[in-house]
């Protein structure tokens, strides 16, 4: 598919994610959607008259060709769904982008990716645990990915290139422009040795609404997030929500039960939308990075496997290759998903698999 066409399905007015998947599936490439015919068109499910007429103008097609333009001149990453590049953690999410625009380094499909977020009003208290938490996670090559916004964002970001970790940005607008201004130097680093990622093409202004819709790339990108300090409303929360929504963990540190900006931690904690992690060691042990238990449960597999039945030795087998979902590994081994989770929920108490965010399982 060309890169234009890809580009100017973004830019279909009335076409949303969802929808834009929709019309490629039944199309069967950016390219077919466009020389599609108005017959054609209104066959599929969903397409109506007003998207069939956004379709047939030649405005998508003109303004993909100007973004093109920029893109290139900028050297920016166009990522399409269906590309190897594209971050599979979120093309697992429903609503996931079509299309992102990437300005830097870093692979998108890292094996280890969190999300820290938290108010735009940092405490002292918030600035030291993301300095705690980015000092900790260094050596376990983790990417962290972030909102670049006032506060928690930032002072993530800033940890993360004080102490090497790969850092993204998310942005709520185009990569044309930077808000807050007062983070470009933060964020021509981030660029080095990280990056700066959006859905939104040029032209495109911070708009209030735009930073709901990017959260859903933060939350949906990573394998957990993490929730340093937040008021009851606000973005933390909406992500943390989102993050749930996706089945994906979320964490988050407790503060004081008088704390205006430890009071939307307590609630996700206290409303079991969070797991409660007082330290950096917490999330590395619930996430299962630890080396020392990590060999200490591959010792415990090598014992068991000889005790293990025909479809969950096929289960090992599969995992053995690298992670893969549930509905990926009952296409592997052949086996329905329903009798496919009594063997998955074995060997798990077996200590031989364990769990990953979004029914994704590896060899433990």
């Known amino acids: 598919m060309s ?30 959607i466009f020389s599609a015919t108005r017959k054609q068109l209104l066959q599929i499910p ?3 008259e007003k998207t069939v007429e956004a379709i047939l103008k030649t405005d998508a097609l003109k303004r993909a060709g100007e973004e093109l333009l920029f893109v290139e001149k900028h050297g920016i ?12 953690r979120l093309k697992n999410c429903f609503d996931s982008p079509i299309l992102l625009y990437f300005n830097g380094e870093a692979d998108l499909n890292r094996q280890r990716i969190i999300s820290i977020v938290g108010t735009r009003n940092a405490t002292e208290y918030g600035r030291n645990l993301c300095k705690q938490l980015c000092q900790v ?23 993360c290139i004080a102490n090497d970790i790969t850092t993204v940005g998310v942005l709520g607008h185009g990569l044309d422009r930077l808000y807050p201004q007062v983070h470009k130097p933060v964020s021509q680093k981030m660029v080095l040795n990280g990056g700066l990622l959006s859905e939104f093409p040029t032209l495109t202004n911070p708009d209030r609404q735009n930073f709901p819709q990017r959260n859903r790339i933060i939350a949906g990108i990573a394998d957990a997030t993490i929730v340093v300090e937040a008021s009851i409303k606000g973005g933390a929360l909406i992500t943390a929500e989102i993050a749930n929504s996706y089945n994906k963990d979320v964490y988050a540190f407790p503060g004081r039960t008088n704390d205006v900006f430890s009071e939307g931690c307590n609630f996700l904690i206290k409303t079991n939308r969070a797991g409660l992690i007082n330290n950096a060691n917490d999330l590395i042990y619930y996430l299962g990075w630890d080396d020392e238990v990590k060999e200490k449960k591959k010792h415990s597999q090598t014992t068991l ?3 293990l039945t025909t479809n969950e030795q096929k289960v090992v ?19 329905q998903q329903s009798k496919l989770a009594i063997v998955i929920l074995t060997l798990e108490m077996q200590g031989i698999i364990v769990s990953l965010p979004g029914k994704v399982y590896k060899l433990a």
């Open 305 to 307: 496997q000889i005790n």
């Open 77 to 88: 990453d166009v990522l399409f769904f269906s590309d190897e590049q594209y971050p599979k």
């Open 137 to 159: 996670l260094a050596p376990y090559n983790v990417l962290i990915v972030s909102g670049l916004a006032y506060g928690i964002d930032v002072a993530t970001h800033k940890e």
């Open 3 to 32: 890169t234009l066409h890809k580009i100017a399905l973004t830019f279909i007015k009335s076409v949303g994610p969802v929808s834009a998947k929709n019309l490629l599936a039944y199309c069967g490439s950016a390219e077919a």
């Open 317 to 335: 087998e599969a995992l053995q290759k690298g992670q893969l979902a549930i509905d990926e590994l009952a296409v592997e081994i052949n086996v």
């Open 46 to 48: 969903g397409i109506g």
